[in-house]
């Protein structure tokens, strides 16, 4: 029966995470793309802690939908808070990257590289990805009820697991192998826009966390 209900979460997930969680995850994953990354091992170094963010999240609903399923719907149904840590997130990686651009690197006797490799905030993208996996959409409230009637805590993890890895492995393949190689060739081409793609990018990581902040974008 368990074995059941995992791989139907499983699947649940798998198609939220190819279609409405992909586009989604773009507006905060573009922006750190190209502001971070220009090949794929750099773009995995965004998107895996980000997917690991995303998966933690969907665990901790599943673990307290067991202990508390009433609070727990209460706490999805009123996402304020996550709102909140999300939008404050998203506005501090945009103004850390946009003062990165600005700072100065190197001696003055030697110039910086055109393309360096970026200090890559682990931490941050974990927490945006924590963040933003908590909404009350039709995928989470079905990891939430059969969570809330598993036989066990350890099968309620186990759902959280599965449902979560389902839901990143599209991303994981869009962003970390896919949009990567469109980014390494947009620097390539208008390398000598480098810093204003960067701050672009920074600005617009901004103003999607002022949006989400203010309740305008919704995920």
């Not at 067991?66 to 999300?86: A, E, G, P, R, T």
Request: charged share 5%; proline share 4%; net charge positive.
């Amino acid at each position: 029966m368990e074995y059941t209900a995992f791989i139907s979460i499983f699947i649940i997930g798998l198609s939220y995470g190819a279609t409405a969680c992909m586009f989604s995850c773009m507006p905060f994953l573009s922006p750190l793309l190209v502001s971070n990354s220009t090949n794929t091992k750099q773009a995995l170094g965004i998107i895996l802690p980000f997917s690991l963010g995303r998966i933690f999240s969907y665990t901790l609903i599943a673990i307290v939908a067991y202990l508390s399923s009433v609070w727990v719907k209460q706490m999805l149904n009123d996402n304020q808070v996550f709102s909140v840590i999300l939008g404050v997130s998203t506005i501090s990686m945009g103004i850390y990257l946009l003062y990165k651009s600005f700072k100065p690197t190197g001696s003055c006797g030697h110039s910086a590289p055109l393309i360096k490799k970026p200090k890559l905030n682990k931490l941050g993208f974990f927490t945006i990805g924590a963040t933003m996996s908590i909404n009350p959409c039709a995928p989470i409230m079905a990891l939430l009820a059969v969570a809330a009637n598993s036989s066990s805590i350890y099968n309620s993890i186990g759902l959280g697991l599965f449902f979560g890895l389902g839901a990143v492995i599209f991303s994981i393949i869009f962003y970390g192998f896919i949009l990567s190689k469109l980014i390494k060739g947009l620097m390539m081409q208008f390398s000598s826009y480098k810093l204003i793609i960067e701050r672009i990018a920074a600005l617009l990581l901004v103003t999607v966390g002022i949006l989400v902040l203010n309740g305008v974008l919704i995920l």
